[in-house]
């Protein structure tokens, strides 16, 4: 296949469940099309939907069984030499994606309001998909990790960088800080310039190869409501587009997640024109630095 082409891995699921809340958000990223944005840039776009996975046992079971899918997706669109998006409902899928680029120094750039860090033992409200970046770092849920391909125990401390993080509690946010995790925060008291903020940590050290990872929740909540966890203090449209176009341009992304968007929370069709202006000025930045020509090592 092409360098120039993206593989589209769409995992429209909530906790393992179709179709439901934040499971709902790609079918609107595609249906007001996202294909068509990226193929006018000259890529060519493959798809791969992954099979429903109601036999197994409860939305732990389910959820897994999409890690270790996203895991061979990826892999697979990697070996292929197409740069893997992968379209889900759930934050976790970037955990699948990790995995499946089994790069041992891999980066992560997170935009995010909400950290993923919490183990069994801190969360508080039951939400399974806040776990993700504690099941790969090896804190929890150990057993289950061991059956995603390519797993292995990543460390955050100085490889990890978020963009927008704010709708935390104390223990929260200083389980951010003890995992040596950066973050450029979002904040009420005064507007943060989050592209500029972006570009000084960019510029002061490598994020390479990076896991680029955009929960749409980001986005400031006068924006509306993008799920069920909206907060003020987040980035504006153009700044997300903004930033979206300068993370390759900085970095070298290997794979990008977007997630977390359940379009029947709020006005789902203007967040859905966002998410795909983001998408495309990613891959825009990609083409220009050549990154989507020279072949996949």
Known sequence: MSARAVTIIFSPYHVGTRD??????????????????????GLSVYFKELD?????????GRSFELLRRVSLAVTEAVEQNTFPLILSGNCMA????????????????????????????????????AMGLSMLRGESWKTLMSTVPGYR???????????????????????????GMT????????????PAELNKHLESRSYSPALVHLDLDVLDESYGKVNDYPSPGGLFEDELVASMDLVPRKATPKSLTVCSFDPNAGDGDKIAKIAIRAITAFFRGLLDTGAL????A
């Open 293 to 296: 020509v020279a072949t996949n």
């Open 183 to 194: 973050s450029i925060w979002g904040e009420t008291s005064r507007k943060v310039d989050f």
């Open 94 to 129: 970037s955990i699948g994606a990790a995995c499946g680029l089994k790069l041992e120094d891999l980066q992560f750039i997170y935009f995010d309001a909400h950290d993923d860090l919490d183990s069994p033992d801190v969360n508080e409200n039951g939400y399974f998909d």
């Open 20 to 41: 439901h809340r934040v499971g709902n958000g790609p079918h609107r990223i595609r249906q007001f099309g996202v294909v068509a944005a990226l193929e006018a840039l």
């Open 153 to 179: 125990q990543f460390s955050y401390d100085g490889r990890f960088l978020y963009i927008g993080l704010r709708d935390q509690s104390d223990v929260q946010r200083q389980r951010v800080i003890d995992a």
């Open 52 to 60: 429903r996975v109601d036999e197994f046992e409860g939305e732990i």
